[in-house]
């Protein structure tokens, strides 16, 4: 690895122990910026094309996001990709055969950046839980970047009666029956974990043979993703309704996290850290203090005014192997306490988001 490498992943790790003020995200972000630029050509190429280089860039927020796209169609990464640790790859729900891919030359600062802001987030109250897991894990994908966050919750915060219950048959439904009926009885809470569709097969399932649970007080549900690309939509509400009605949990013990193959870091409800604490329970979204995002006008790419619904920008430090800044295709709104995720932005939308992608692959000479 390069020992300009070396010390950016020193620095970025300094910065997630001990996240300071904004001058400090200032600094770290133009200096991982700087980093990438350098060694990362087609994110050099793009900024270039957009007239942003370190010499112009002065802030943070003029960082140019590099559309998700960019994962898909170039390969973006500051160390030989033969040399890397790991690869994530997205679904393909979109187009099987062009999947974006995040290289990690260490998995370092991912782990790290994924272990402080689940404690914080998901297990404000305790250091460990009976953690029980839905969809595949690192075991069964270890190409899916979720699949190594579930892994790794067990690994850290699960206790020994935590089990994976998604093998090469599928979903062990009676498993996670007969484990959910000895929290009952033993008064063990649990926390169930999984992508969100996976409820869907698993409540399905139950409803079928009529369970319904009681599980102990202190138990907690928590859901990634939505339903992009799925056989069926389900509303999250009346999703969460049907968690409360089968498992007997209540909704402020309900989590959401929002995160992306390309992205170092991932983003909560807030609502389990609130509960636990002095004030109201807050539902809207927050990511840990090493991530900013930023409300974009989807035409011009140019930030809202507060409280105006617009396409997200993630500014991520722990993206440091790729680009810190990633144009997501996702719509929110900024509110006082965080943002609101509101789903995809449709392609009549998104006239700025396809501007910034056509800039890119005329950047590298790719053909769209």
Request: proline share 5%.
């Amino acid at each position: 690895m390069k020992k300009d490498s070396e010390l950016i992943i020193q620095k970025i790790l300094a910065y997630l122990a001990n996240p300071l003020d904004d001058k400090d995200f200032q600094t770290l972000a133009l200096e991982i910026f700087h980093y990438q630029f350098q060694h990362n050509l087609p994110y050099k190429k793009f900024c270039q094309a957009q007239q942003k280089t370190p010499l112009s860039v002065r802030d943070w927020r003029d960082i140019p996001p590099i559309s998700i796209q960019g994962f898909k169609a170039l390969t973006l990464s500051c160390e030989p990709t033969e040399d890397c640790e790991a690869v994530f790859m997205t679904s393909g729900t979109t187009n099987p055969e062009r999947r974006g891919r995040h290289y990690h030359p260490t998995l370092k600062v991912w782990d790290r950046s994924m272990k402080g802001p689940f404690k914080d987030f998901v297990l404000p109250d305790r250091k460990r839980i009976t953690t029980l897991v839905i969809s595949p894990a690192a075991d069964q994908n270890r190409f899916s970047s979720l699949a190594r966050y579930l892994t790794n919750a067990v690994t850290h915060f699960g206790t020994e009666r935590s089990r994976t219950f998604f093998n090469e048959n599928g979903l062990d439904v009676e498993g996670v029956v007969r484990t959910l009926r000895q929290s009952e009885e033993t008064g063990d809470p649990v926390l169930l974990m999984g992508a969100t569709f996976s409820y869907v097969h698993l409540l399905d399932a139950l409803k079928e043979k009529d369970y319904r649970f009681s599980l102990p007080e202190g138990s907690r549900i928590f859901d990634t993703g939505g339903f992009k690309g799925q056989s069926r939509e389900v509303e999250m509400e009346a999703l969460y309704q049907q968690f409360e009605e089968i498992f007997g949990v209540k909704r402020e013990m309900y989590i959401n996290m929002y995160g992306m193959t390309e992205l170092s870091s991932q983003m909560y409800d807030q609502t389990i850290r609130t509960k636990f604490s002095d004030g109201p329970v807050i539902f809207d979204k927050k990511g840990p203090a090493w991530v900013r995002t930023v409300v974009l006008d989807p035409n011009t790419l140019t930030p809202v005014q507060p409280g105006e619904i617009g396409v997200l920008a993630h500014y991520d430090l722990a993206n440091w192997n790729s680009c810190l800044a990633v144009l997501t295709e996702d719509l929110g709104i900024e509110t006082e306490n965080g943002f609101k995720l509101l789903g995809r932005i449709k392609g009549s939308e998104a006239r700025g988001c396809s501007i910034a992608v056509d800039q890119l692959l005329s950047a590298n000479a790719i053909q769209g």
